[in-house]
């Protein structure tokens, strides 16, 4: 029985690299069934914002699943990124790509690693959250919750327990962000005390990512969020030979999407010189995820022995290790031709007993972790006029409850002090010396509304537990 997928030709050499993969599909037997759908520029042209038309996303809902190839966003003009569309609304938390070095069949600086790169997919600055709050200073919203990082991380151990992994490596910033990061990283440790037979650790990402540069065989699954994940994939699959080897996996409770890592690559779109080896890695990821185990590892062994033969394409042709450079579609043909035959000096597939089957649902394990959240001030952002005299603002103030207690510039107290604001807004924190209620903040926007000041963001500071919940 087929099962049924959506396929998205996409943009550049998309199109090009899905006709090879599909070609490959065919000859290997897979059991699907295909339904094809338009994306990218030419939707965007149509006035879809997000490059997808309903007729798409109708298809995804039917089939929950697709393999998809890359799409160009076009600058500017109210476009939105279609993957951080589809990965939203289809509830794609995970982003799985795994990496292997091919040594000494593609030329790399390592003889040997194996990671996986396990990215949260749905928050963090690539929520899309963007203002301009005034003529110079612009803002990006850094969303991080309890239980999006707690599923990532769960997700993670799972992944390694369930494929045989021995360790699972966290990256964050939280050293600086000691609040978003430190949530993630928090998460992290609460959920690695549940698999003790996994080894966890933890690394701030800049160091984190030299060392997987430099040393990747010291690392097996990485999990971290959403912008380093993206940063570091792209690190790690560049570290194997080339980017256009990687595929990866965006996965969801209910649906999943298979694509390459790399772009569209509009500058080599149509001339036959496109490596389709990413795509193809994604279906074969795709496959076993649908269970097609067997059909995976036939693809999988013949485009490594196609590797072995030094059949390669202008992307990792080398004098010294290739023997024939070739087209998209001579690539696919040669791994139909290796159908059947196994590498010999690069390790074939090998899936591990239940690893075919698809990830057991991630249930929310967040629970709340404070008894009492007290309102206790506000931080009013203004656009500042840099001729205005901050005594004379702060009087306008005094006494009152909250009471105004810092003025900041970019998070540096200019005041009180006599450091100068060197943007065109900036942020007065008030505090509170007893009760005050939602009133109480609202009354500090309507006597700034009074005296013609133009508050551009407000913020309510809580206490949880007696903790500040904001930066001091």
């Known amino acids: 029985m087929s099962t049924p997928i959506t396929v ?54 039917r089939t929950k699943i697709l393999l998809k190839s890359p799409t160009t966003t076009p600058q500017g003009k109210g476009h939105k990124s279609l993957n951080v569309a589809l990965r939203k609304n289809l509830g794609l938390y995970a982003n799985i790509r795994p990496c292997i070095s091919y040594h000494p069949v593609i030329e790399n600086k390592f003889d040997k690693f194996d990671i996986v790169v396990i990215r949260e997919n749905e928050e963090d600055v690539y929520t899309g959250i963007e203002h301009r709050l005034t003529g110079d200073s612009y803002q990006c919203t850094k969303i991080i919750t309890r239980y999006g990082s707690e599923k990532i991380c769960r997700y993670a151990f799972e992944y390694a327990k369930k494929h045989n992994r021995k360790k699972v490596t966290c990256l964050t910033k939280d050293n600086i962000m000691k609040m978003t990061d430190g949530a993630f990283h928090a998460a992290f440790d609460r959920i690695a005390k549940e698999y003790p037979d996994i080894k966890a650790e933890h690394y701030i990402v800049d160091i984190g990512m030299a060392r997987v540069a430099t040393e990747p065989e010291n690392f097996d699954v990485i999990v971290t969020e959403n912008l380093y994940g993206d940063i570091l994939s792209d690190i790690v699959a560049q570290t194997s030979g080339s980017v256009g080897l990687a595929g990866s996996s965006n996965i969801g409770n209910e649906y999943a999407m298979f694509e390459a890592v790399h772009g569209s690559a509009p500058d080599i779109a149509g001339k036959n010189m496109a490596n389709p080896s990413g795509l193809l890695n994604a279906a074969v990821h795709m496959l076993i995820y649908m269970g097609q185990v067997d059909t995976a590892k036939l693809i999988y062994d013949s485009w490594l022995k196609t590797l072995e033969d030094g059949i390669h394409t202008a992307d990792l042709y080398k004098k010294k290790r290739s023997k024939q450079k070739v087209g998209t579609k001579e690539f696919a043909k040669a791994v139909i031709d290796n159908l059947g035959k196994k590498p010999t000096t690069l390790s074939e597939l090998i899936i591990d007993s239940g690893a075919s089957s698809k990830m057991s649902e991630m249930q929310n394990s967040y629970e709340q972790d404070y008894k009492v959240r007290k309102l206790v001030g506000s931080d009013i952002t203004l656009a500042w006029n840099k001729s205005n005299n901050f005594d004379q603002m702060v009087g306008l103030f005094e006494p009152s409850n909250p009471q105004m207690i810092a003025i900041y510039s970019k998070g540096l107290a200019i005041w009180p002090g006599g450091s100068k604001s060197s943007s065109d807004q900036i942020t007065c924190r008030f505090i509170a010396n007893n009760k005050i209620t939602n009133s109480d903040v609202n009354n500090l926007l309507i006597k700034f509304e009074e005296h013609n000041f133009d508050v551009v963001r407000m913020d309510k500071l809580y206490l949880y537990d007696g903790k500040e919940g904001f930066f001091v």
Do not use: F, N, T
């Open 8 to 61: 998205a030709y996409g943009d550049g050499i998309g199109p090009e690299i899905m006709e090879a993969v599909l070609s490959i599909l065919r000859e290997a037997e897979a059991k699907i069934s295909i339904d094809i759908i338009e994306i990218g520029e030419r939707v965007y042209s149509k006035e879809w914002s997000h490059g997808i038309s309903p007729s798409g996303w109708e298809s995804i809902e």
